[in-house]
């Protein structure tokens, strides 16, 4: 039997794992078009891979979420075995998508809707241009006659 050092370091090594996987995961997906659909992949892989819960309900080990999904597929203990490893991977990959997609609607808002002193200042600075016109030769406008 493991000891609980054991199973602490077992569960370090696997979470520094995952971290080394994540690095070339990031980097695949960056072909991949439009941030929504990358924050997908990334955030489904991270709760595929990082989501922890309890290996059996009678001990306080932590395991990751698929390993006890693919072992109660293989020899099911209990009749509701797979749905106790997707509920949390649902729930982490959900709260893990909601703030991957605030982090990236906010920077959009402010872009979208400037302070009311820049806009102020955009219009100050589009009063003062003016179109070119034909008879413009280097972008001076040509003068009246004196006559």
Not at 34 to 57: E, K, N, Q
């Amino acid at each position: 039997m493991y000891t609980d050092e054991n199973y602490l370091w077992g569960l370090v090594a696997y979470y520094l794992g995952v971290l080394l996987l994540l690095v070339p995961t990031w980097r695949l997906t960056r072909v991949l078009p439009g941030f929504p659909l990358r924050a997908l992949v990334r955030c489904g892989a991270l709760a595929v891979l990082g989501t922890p819960m309890l290996a059996y309900s009678d001990m306080y080990h932590l395991a990751p979420a698929w390993g006890v999904m693919l072992f109660d597929a293989i020899s099911p203990a209990q009749s509701d075995g797979l749905l106790r490893g997707v509920l949390p991977l649902l729930a982490v990959f959900g709260l893990l998508y909601a703030i991957s997609l605030l982090f990236w609607l906010l920077p959009l808002r402010r872009r979208r809707w400037p302070s009311r002193a820049a806009q102020t200042h955009r219009r100050a600075a589009q009063a003062h241009r003016r179109e070119p016109g034909f008879g413009d030769v280097h972008g001076h406008a040509p003068r009246p006659n004196a006559d």
